[in-house]
């Protein structure tokens, strides 16, 4: 079975320019969490959705960032507009009920 | 609220010897506690979890852990280490009553050396 999908692994954008990230969990799976992961900070939990719907965004930084999932196999992060502070390694994962967190290989977004 | 504390977050080892890497928890409730482990450009992967059942826990790749909750810690233990080992180990508690969302503690880097 294929694992969590993020896409793209790496951007490289310039200040004020927009951002989406983009991932696809495991099919079936009814929670889906954005992470991001940088030195200063280590992991820290921005969002998550439990069947499409968002239940807790308490962890998004700013008004710049927002996160979506229209459907079941899709999810975005977007930032808008981007700043050099926003750089980091960004995860998506999933889970099935209270079973395993399942991770993604990340998005490495480095702003300019 | 719950959180976890890594001690140490640089850890090396030779190979052969053993890995213990120490993480502690705070908690106001009976929590659930997780180590994961992540190799250089990949996400995070559970190594093992502890979910209130046996306090001695097994995970993959010969790691195991204990619940002591007299000492409120849950540290990473593997008796040989292997150069395949070098990574960074995260230990992550959960809430069972919140949806188990988990806190992840700052993390430990584990270098092996020949």
């Known amino acids: 079975d294929a694992g969590v999908i993020q896409s793209p692994r790496h951007e490289v954008t310039e200040m004020g320019q927009e951002v989406t990230l983009r991932c696809k969990p495991i099919s079936g799976h009814d929670y889906l969490f954005w992470y991001r992961q940088t030195m200063m900070r280590g992991l820290e939990l921005l969002i998550y959705?439990?069947?499409?719907?968002?239940?807790?965004d308490s962890g998004m930084p700013e008004d710049r960032f927002s996160a979506k999932m229209p459907n079941a196999s899709f999810s975005t992060l977007k930032i808008q507009p981007s700043e050099p502070r926003d750089s980091a390694v960004y995860f998506c994962?999933?889970?099935?009920?209270?079973?395993?967190?399942?991770f993604g290989e990340g998005s490495r977004l480095t702003v300019l | 609220a719950q959180s976890v504390t890594q001690l140490g977050s640089h850890v090396s080892v030779s190979e052969g010897a053993l890995v213990l890497l120490r993480c502690n928890y705070s908690s106001s409730v009976p929590p659930y506690l997780f180590w994961y482990v992540q190799y250089p450009n990949q996400g995070l992967q559970l190594l093992l979890k502890y979910t209130s059942a046996a306090t001695l826990v097994k995970g993959i790749n010969g790691f195991e852990a204990e619940f002591k909750k007299s000492e409120t810690s849950f540290h990473l233990t593997k008796p040989s280490a292997h150069m395949s080992d070098a990574a960074e180990y995260f230990c992550?508690?959960?809430?069972?009553?919140?949806?188990?969302?988990?806190?992840f503690g700052s993390g430990t880097q584990l270098t092996v050396l020949p």
């Open positions: 959705f439990n069947n499409n719907v968002p239940i807790d």
């Open positions: 992550a508690v959960s809430d069972p009553g919140s949806a188990r969302q988990l806190t």
């Open positions: 994962a999933s889970r099935l009920d209270v079973g395993e967190l399942f």
